[in-house]
């Protein structure tokens, strides 16, 4: 029994390749978060402007989106290894000149705006590259395995990558700062470069960029598994904007204060965690897809059940349970994805799943600020959680196709 729920490590010990790109990504999660930090400090040292600060981010942030997309179309055009390894290297070569702009006498903002949405652009195009080449390194039968590797990396790497960031930036600088996530990145390149070639198989993507985009949304919107996974991932959006709703929570609902706010923030990053490494039965269910709805259901239904608690104990244990029943989802949804996914469509597909994921807190913060000026906390996320949870009900009844889905790729895409 606990065997199974043990993390299945075996992507990692099978598949040289795999090992590869799974340390190049954890580092290069690490340089991000790095980044996500010191580009802050800085601008707001500089300018003592919120203002500037919420450019800066707002800058990366659609450059990160554009790279997702144009990525994609990348990804199924051209050697994903090759792709990897010259964004990674135009991305530190940012990280350099950031380095270079902090150590000036007086340092340029322009060069801050331009570099963050440089180092963004590059990012989107390697991440989306990173995830389309994924399959061609593992074996069908340990996709969620590797799922469940890349989801512990990203949630391990989002909780400790700020911490870090904030130590070598009160400790010795931004500049420095910049200087160890381009040293990160030099180590990425070396891993990357003993990748075998990894050229999409199949129809190639049409030159066309706007074409080749649009053929990735019809592929989308045909396919019965991988559309319903997509049109699963809109109701996660809407619940990435719970979190703007935490410090009032906290306050009016909690009677608590910032060490309040900051345990409802880790919690689902704990219970995420929790979840990547007891996975190991994950890869095991004769049903993902079936697994994948019950998780989302009973997710949003712990959120309703959140609105309604009274003490900072249950608010966190429940959040902890949301972010390892979330966690599990995104597990399945890797893995459901990947395997439904034709290889000439995989970079395309991962862009707008990636792009969805990083829009969505946006989307969904901006439902939940508007929601909280008409309600007090607590009752806006009762409303958002039972909503979600009732359309999340809705789907499972209706899409057939992602109830019955499993983990063998289908013959054909549509």
């Known amino acids: 029994m606990l065997r199974r729920l043990v993390m299945d490590i075996g992507p990692l010990r099978d598949s040289r390749p795999f090992r590869n790109v799974f340390i190049a990504r954890t580092v290069s999660v690490f340089g991000i978060g790095m980044l996500a930090v010191a580009?802050?400090?800085?601008?707001?040292?500089m300018t003592g402007s919120t203002v500037q600060v919420g450019g800066v981010s707002a800058a990366e942030g659609f450059a990160l989106l554009a790279g997702f997309l144009w990525g994609g179309v990348l990804a199924d055009r051209n050697d994903r290894r090759t792709l990897m390894i010259r964004a990674r290297t135009a991305a530190?070569?940012?990280?350099?000149?950031l380095a270079l702009n902090a150590f000036l006498p007086s340092p340029s903002l322009t060069a801050l705006y331009a570099l963050a949405a440089w180092d963004g652009l590059m990012t989107g195009i390697s991440i989306t590259a990173l995830l389309a080449a994924t399959p061609s390194l593992v074996a069908?039968?340990?996709?969620?395995?590797?799922?469940?590797?890349?989801?512990?990396?990203?949630?391990?790497?989002?909780?400790?990558?700020?911490?870090?960031?904030g130590l070598v930036v009160s400790g010795f600088g931004v500049g420095w700062n910049y200087a160890a996530a381009a040293a990160g990145t030099l180590c990425t390149i070396g891993l990357l470069t003993g990748l075998p070639p990894l050229r999409p198989v199949g129809d190639e993507a049409p030159p066309n960029p706007l074409k080749a985009v649009g053929d990735g949304f019809r592929f989308v919107a045909s396919h019965r598994v991988v559309g319903s996974l997509m049109l699963l991932g809109l109701l996660f959006m809407v619940a990435g904007g719970i979190p703007v709703l935490m410090p009032a929570f906290a306050t009016r609902s909690l009677d608590g204060g910032a060490t309040t706010v900051g345990l409802l923030f880790?919690?689902?990053?704990?219970?995420?965690?929790?979840?990547?490494?007891t996975?190991?039965?994950?890869g095991t269910v004769r049903a993902p897809g079936l697994a994948l709805l019950a998780a989302s259901v009973t997710g949003f239904a712990a959120l309703a059940c959140l609105g309604l608690a009274r003490h900072p104990v249950l608010a966190v244990s429940i959040l902890f349970a949301y972010g390892f029943v979330q966690s599990i989802e995104e597990i399945m949804r890797y893995g459901l994805i990947q395997s439904?996914?034709?290889d000439s469509h995989l970079g395309r597909v991962n862009a707008l799943w990636a792009a969805q994921e990083t829009g969505g807190g946006a989307i969904?913060?901006?439902g939940a600020g508007a929601l909280g000026r008409y309600l007090a906390p607590g009752a806006a996320i009762v409303v958002y959680g039972t909503v979600s949870a009732v359309l999340a009900l809705a789907l499972a009844l209706t899409?057939?196709?992602l109830r019955t889905a499993t983990l063998r790729p289908e013959p054909e895409a549509g």
């Open 140 to 165: 069908p039968d340990k996709l969620v395995a590797a799922g469940a590797l890349n989801a512990l990396t990203v949630r391990l790497g989002s909780m400790a990558s700020p911490a870090l960031g």
């Open 399 to 401: 899409l057939t196709g």
């Open 92 to 97: 530190g070569l940012g990280f350099v000149l």
């Open 340 to 342: 439904h996914t034709p």
């Open 266 to 277: 880790a919690a689902p990053a704990c219970g995420a965690v929790l979840a990547s490494v």
């Open 364 to 366: 969904g913060s901006l």
């Open 279 to 282: 996975s190991g039965w994950a």
């Open 39 to 45: 580009l802050p400090v800085q601008v707001y040292d």
